[in-house]
């Protein structure tokens, strides 16, 4: 059984750089089938895809976050991360890790961590 | 980005009934379209992928179908622990992207 794992800082200065990580056991972050994905949720509101990676390196990213994201991956641990710069409080939300199975085309997220909450506040 | 609307954004129901709800894209994702289930403070649970192939260990009682814009979620008959708010998410494009949210509440 798949398991993914957020740990990184509860809260951030705004302005600063949000960074998460999440470890993946029960399974190789490797596997050629699956892709590894950040997801974010504000209090109250719906999803947000931010952004995937595979474990070459390969990543794509939600357009609207871009400038400002980079996930990267460390297959020797079995993990990868996120990081987030110049945040603003609208960036305060729950950060969720997810394994996504691609379908080629289509696709879809069948595990996902339990969730990190970020608020950003000085 | 493609914009995904669900409806209702809220439902009351009994359990027992049938409810479905509804999923629209803003433009054609042919069978690109998945459904997550959420219970308050935890993570979504993934239900069903391309419309209408349902995870494997998700109750028969969830059916999902349509296809091109309009894609609907059916719980045939509601049980206690289906309460709760659900998720369409296309990926027809790689700017994935979900609807807002139906909370299913108990009547």
């Known amino acids: 059984q798949v398991q993914l794992q957020e740990s990184g800082p509860g809260l951030v200065k705004p302005s600063q750089t949000l960074s998460l990580t999440c470890a993946v056991s029960g399974g190789s972050i490797s596997s050629d089938y699956y892709y590894w994905t950040w997801i974010r949720q504000p209090a109250g509101k719906g999803l947000e895809w931010i952004g995937r990676i595979y474990a070459s390196g390969n990543t794509n990213y939600n357009p609207s976050l871009k400038s400002r994201v980079t996930i990267s991956v460390d297959t020797s641990k079995n993990q990868f991360s996120l990081k987030l710069s110049s945040v603003t409080a609208a960036d305060t939300a729950v950060y969720y890790c997810?394994?996504?199975?691609?379908?080629?085309?289509?696709?879809?997220?069948?595990?996902w961590g339990q969730g990190a909450l970020v608020t950003v506040s000085s | 980005d493609i914009q995904m609307t669900q409806s209702p954004s809220s439902l009351s129901a009994s359990v027992g009934d049938r409810v479905t709800i509804t999923c629209r894209a803003s433009?054609?994702?042919?069978?690109?379209l998945n459904w997550y289930q959420q219970k308050p403070g935890k993570a979504p649970k993934f239900l069903i992928y391309a419309a209408s192939n349902l995870q494997t260990g998700v109750p028969s009682r969830f059916i999902g179908s349509g296809s091109g814009t309009e894609f609907i979620l059916t719980i045939s008959s509601l049980q206690p622990e289906d309460f709760a708010t659900y998720y369409c998410?296309?990926?027809?494009?790689?700017?994935?992207?979900f609807g807002q949210g139906t909370k299913l509440e108990i009547k």
């Open positions: 998410q296309q990926s027809y494009s790689t700017r994935y992207t």
């Open positions: 433009q054609s994702i042919s069978s690109y």
């Open positions: 997810a394994r996504g199975f691609s379908l080629e085309p289509g696709a879809y997220f069948d595990y």
